[in-house]
């Protein structure tokens, strides 16, 4: 993490274009707003778009927007998010699921910085930076013709790749004073600490959903302040996980990147 912290320093003042590849929940987001917060682009929108949540017809017109009349429903225009993360950033979060119509009409964006709305007859100029996710092995994408080559060496101009939490158990006890600290102030709650029962657990799970998963945990907590049941679900994944064999977790030491 540390050489993910370098990285996003030497790219953050430039404007290139940045892939973020790691597993779900381990924090792309956080480095994607971390480059937008120390980039020239600060005081600029971030918008953020989830490329998996939408179909096809409806992630086009969110991306580039619409004329009125462009569509049965389109009453009137709406720009997209390309132009409102004009001056900016935008992240395109599961780069890897858009189509393949959607991918040439995204690469001559980042050529040109150019695009036209959908049912519009005039190109639009925009002056944005471009981030983009994805947890899929998009090399492996590109060989199987699923993912443009053109495309992807276009977006891949520096690659960061964001190591699962699995990896960087050292952070664990961190993110626990961090996630605990953040809800019980939400919550307006007072939470009792952690057993060393309960901690040595959450060290030594697998956390298949990375950070986001140790988050969600540790806001059950607060809310519900019940460590037995928590204590109880991580018993019986740690029981089958890998790490049951390797005894012990790792040396705890302090990491500089949160």
Not at 187 to 200: A, C, D, G, Q
Request: glycine share 6%.
């Amino acid at each position: 993490m540390h050489r993910v912290k370098e990285i996003i320093d030497h790219v953050a003042h430039t404007d290139v274009t940045v892939l973020l590849q790691g597993e779900s929940g381990v924090g792309k987001e956080v480095v994607a707003r971390s480059i937008h917060r120390n980039s020239f682009r600060k005081d600029g929108p971030f918008i953020k778009v989830n490329c998996a949540a939408l179909p096809e017809e409806l992630l086009e017109s969110e991306l580039f927007g619409y004329e009125k009349g462009a569509f049965t429903g389109a009453y009137r225009q709406k720009p997209g998010k390309f132009e409102l993360a004009g001056g900016g950033t935008i992240f395109l979060d599961e780069i890897a699921e858009i189509s393949p119509s959607l991918q040439a009409k995204l690469l001559q964006v980042l050529q040109d910085r150019q695009f036209s709305r959908l049912g519009g007859k005039m190109d639009i100029r925009v002056d944005v930076r471009v981030l983009v996710a994805t947890n899929r092995d998009i090399d492996e994408a590109v060989r199987k013709g699923h993912f443009r080559e053109d495309l992807y060496f276009r977006l891949n101009v520096v690659t960061i790749t964001v190591p699962p939490l699995r990896e960087r158990r050292q952070e664990i006890p961190f993110l626990i004073e961090y996630f605990l600290d953040k809800y019980s102030k939400k919550y307006i709650k007072k939470t009792p600490p952690l057993s060393e029962r309960m901690t040595k657990l959450l060290l030594q799970h697998r956390w298949p959903g990375n950070v986001r998963e140790l988050e969600n945990v540790l806001q059950r907590y607060v809310v519900l302040c019940d460590e037995d049941a928590i204590i109880g679900e991580l018993s019986t994944s740690f029981t089958n996980s890998p790490e049951a064999k390797q005894g012990a977790p790792p040396r705890m030491r302090r990491s500089g990147f949160l």
